[in-house]
């Protein structure tokens, strides 16, 4: 059974408004800024979990994903797939998600994603965090460092699934080599991926 369907889709967002959809990620409108945030519903065999989340969009990859999230917890952030087949699933989810809106809002924005992360120095094991990370540090106005980072994961030897943060990585590194301003690079990616929340609809 799919929750999130189409019409439900639809119904959540006319009871919520301010809102649209990405695949199976809510997002909150008006998206300004390099983040977008919302809330990601993830449909199991036993039901659907609920995440808050925060994504940067100068993130090239397809899809959203779930590096900057936080669940809401059990039991009241899971709706089982019994409860779910009554009319009535849109309304628990509308009831599940409201009262976390505004802190969402709050948080989608590239302030917040730095001290998140500085606040939790692990997370740059993740190479896909390392690299939002250093990116946002442009974005910042933070350049020294941003480099210093972009440095060290260039220096990585990733697999082939994970190409793309080196090659990301590299297009900036050298754009800041030629002496261009590699935030008009940034912004033109934030850009594509706001165009294609737009073609999403």
């Known amino acids: 059974m799919i929750i999130l369907n189409k019409q439900n889709q639809a119904s959540i967002k006319d009871l919520l408004g301010g809102c649209d959809f990405f695949n199976s990620y809510l997002y909150l409108l008006p998206v300004e800024g390099a983040l ?3 809330f990601c519903f993830e449909e199991t065999k036993s039901g659907v979990y609920i995440h808050k989340y925060i994504h940067p ?12 999230s936080e669940s809401i917890p059990y039991p009241k952030g899971f709706i089982n797939k019994d409860n779910a087949k009554n009319s009535n699933v849109v309304d628990q989810i509308i009831s ?3 009262p976390d809106v505004d802190e969402v809002k709050r948080k989608s924005n590239m302030n917040y994603l730095n001290d998140y992360i500085e606040h939790n120095k692990a997370l740059l094991n993740n190479e896909w965090i390392h690299k ?7 974005l910042l106005d933070k350049l020294d460092e941003s480099v210093y980072h972009l440095d060290k ?16 990585c590299a297009v900036v590194k050298q754009t800041i080599l030629e002496g261009k301003d ?3 690079l940034l912004n033109d990616w934030v850009r594509e991926m706001k165009d294609r929340l737009c073609q999403s609809n």
Not at 153 to 168: A, G
């Open 153 to 168: 994961i260039l220096s990585l030897n990733l697999p082939i699934n994970r190409k793309q943060i080196i090659d990301d």
């Open 182 to 184: 590699p935030k008009l």
């Open 132 to 138: 939002d990370y250093a990116l946002n540090l442009i």
């Open 36 to 38: 977008v945030g919302g």
């Open 96 to 98: 599940i998600i409201t």
């Open 57 to 68: 969009l100068f993130n090239r990859q397809y899809e959203f994903n779930l590096n900057f």
